[in-house]
C-alpha cells in the first residue's frame, strides 16, 4: 500500500485512490473517529489529486459546520449568539466552490441527456438561450443584486452553515460576485458540450477547476483545433465510462498526430491525404519508441528506424491506431465539429498471416511448467523462480497459472479479485468473478460476471488455506504482492512475466501465453462432453442470440461443480 497521506492527504490502496484527513483533536469525541477515509472512485492519479481538492473541501465544511453547531445557544440561553465570530473569503470560496461543483455534475448529467437525441432546431434553441443567460450575467453591478442570485447565496449559506448577518457589506458583494463567476463556468461548460467554444482568460477561484471569465470572443467552429477535439474526445470517453486503462491505448494515437499535425491544426482542414501520411508515417515508427528512444520525438524515432536500428510497428498495431484516429474523427462529426470522417475509407495495411493464433497448451507442456522449480522447490519466487531450491513459496506466480488451468478464468479476472470474492455457498466453496462498488475492478463482458466452483484440486492443494492467510492479515486483494503497470494494471507485469517464465522454462513456442490456459479450459469442456451452455457459464462466454437463454435462474452451483472438477481430473499436481 502507498501512503501518501501525510504529504497529501491521499491514499493508494490496491491501485485505487482515497482522501485520508485527520478528525482534529476537538471534534473526535463528536465523530467517534480519528480519521475520515474516503473512495475518490478512481485509479486515475491525475483525476484523484483533482477530485482530492474537492473533497477536502466537503470535508473542512464538515468541521467548521460541526464546530458552529457546537457553538449554537442552548434553549435556557437569554442572549443570541451567533453560530460563529468571523467568516473569511476562504470561507466563502469554499461553500461557492463546493455548490458550483455540485451544479456542475447536475448540468453535465442534463446535457449529455439531451444531446442523444436533439435535432439541429432544439439545439439552435439551447444555444440562444445559453447566449441571453450569459447577456444576463455580463454586467456585474446588476447580477449581484438581483433575485436570482440573492436566492442561490441563500441556499447555498444555509447548506454551509454560514450565518449571513455575520457578513459585511464587502463580503456580501464578494460572495454574490463569487455565485456571478460560477454561473458563468457553468453556462460555458454547456456551451462546449454543445459545440460552442470561448477564448476566456483564467478566474483566481477557479483556475484549478478550470472555471475562467468570459472575454466575449467565440472560436468558430472552423478554429475548433485538434488540441481542443482531443481533449473532449478524452471527457467524453471518460463520462461514457471508458477506463483509464482503455482510454490509455489511444495515448500513442494522441501523440502521433499531434507531433505530425501540430496541435493548432483546425480540425476542418484535415483530408482524407492527411489520415494517410498519418498512417505511412506510422508504419515507420520504431515499436515501442518512447521506451527504447525516450529524449526523441516520434518523428526523430522514425528517422532512427529508417537507418535500420530496429524493428518498425506492426501492421496489425498501426491499423488499430488507424480506428482509433477514425473513431476521433467520428466523435467529432458526431459533435457536429465535424460534417465528414476525414479518415473514413483509408484502406488498411496488409497483415502478414505468417503468425500463429493464440493456442492451448498440451498434455506435456503442462506436465513440464508445473514440474518447473516454482512448483516443486525453487531458491525463491522473485528472480531465482526458475533455480531449484527447497523453498515453496506459495504467492501469485503460484497460484495465478493453477487457477486459470483450472476455472478458464481471463489472467485480469483473476489479479484483480478481492479475498470476499472466495465464497462458500451452500457448502460448495466458489470463486464470485465480479466488479465492486469503488469500480476498481473492471469486467471484458456482461457474460464474464459469474460464480465458479472452486475445483478439487485446487482445495486439495491448499489454495483455501491460502485465502484464509490473506483474510487473516487483512488484506483487500488476494495477492496483494502484485504490482501495477504504468497502465495501473495489475495483469501488464504478470502477463510480461508469465512469458518470460515461458521462456526460461523452454516452453515458449508461437501462440502460447497466458491466454492460452483459456484455450486449454475450452478443450477440456469438449474432451468430457460438458453441455456447451454450462461451459459458457463457467468461462464467462455468450451461449447464443437466442431470446430464450437469458430466461430463469441458471445451472444449480452443485451441477457446475460436478461439472468443473471433470476438468484436468488426471492431472498430478505436487502440492
Known sequence: MEDLSKRSHLLNRNGHYYLRVRVPVDLVDRLKKTEIKRSLKTKDSKEAKARLQLELLKVEEEFQKLRRQLLKPTPSASVSTPLTNHISNTDLERAVLIWHRKESAKSALEDDQLRISISPTEKDAVLDNLKDDLAALSNADEVINASSIQATANKILDESAIDKQTLNREQAQYFYNLIRQARLEQIFESFERFGEFFQRKPSSLFTNTQALAWTGESIPSNDVTLEILLQRFRSAKRSDGLTEKSLAGYKLTFDFVVELFGKQKPIKSLTPADCREFRDKLAQLPSNAKKKYPHLTLMQAIETCAKGSTEALSATSVNGHMKNLSAIFNFAVREQLLDTN??????????????????????????????????????????????????????????????????????????????????????????????????????????????????????????????????????????????????????????????????????????LCFHSFRHTFRDECRAHNINKEIAATLGGWKHSEDVMDNYGMGYELKVLQDAINKIHSDLQLIG
Request: glycine letters at 4%; a positive charge; one cysteine or more.
Open 342 to 511: 476525414p479518415a473514413n475509407h483509408i484502406p488498411q495495411l496488409k497483415v502478414k498471416r505468417n503468425k500463429k493464433g493464440r493456442i492451448p497448451f498440451n498434455h506435456d507442456e503442462l506436465h513440464k511448467l508445473f514440474s518447473t522449480p516454482i512448483y516443486t522447490g525453487c531458491k525463491d519466487d522473485e528472480h531465482s523462480y526458475n533455480v531449484p531450491g527447497e523453498n515453496k513459496p506459495r504467492r501469485h506466480r503460484f497460484w495465478v497459472p493453477l487457477i486459470a488451468l483450472y476455472t478458464g478464468m481471463r489472467l485480469n479476472e483473476i489479479c484483480q479479485l478481492f479475498t470476499d470474492d472466495i465464497e462458500c455457498i451452500n457448502g460448495i466453496h466458489a470463486i464470485h468473478v465480479r466488479v465492486d462498488e469503488d469500480e476498481t475492478k473492471t469486467l471484458k463482458t456482461d457474460h464474464s460476471e459469474r460464480i465458479i466452483p472452486i475445483h478439487k484440486n485446487l482445495i486439495e492443494i491448499g489454495f483455501l488455506e491460502y485465502v484464509n492467510k490473506i483474510k487473516a492479515q487483512n488484506k483487500t486483494q488476494l495477492f496483494p504482492d502484485l504490482s501495477s503497470s504504468a497502465r495501473d494494471s495489475l495483469s501488464d507485469n504478470f502477463s510480461k512475466w508469465f512469458n518470460r517464465f515461458l521462456i526460461a522454462s523452454n516452453l515458449k513456442r508461437a501462440g
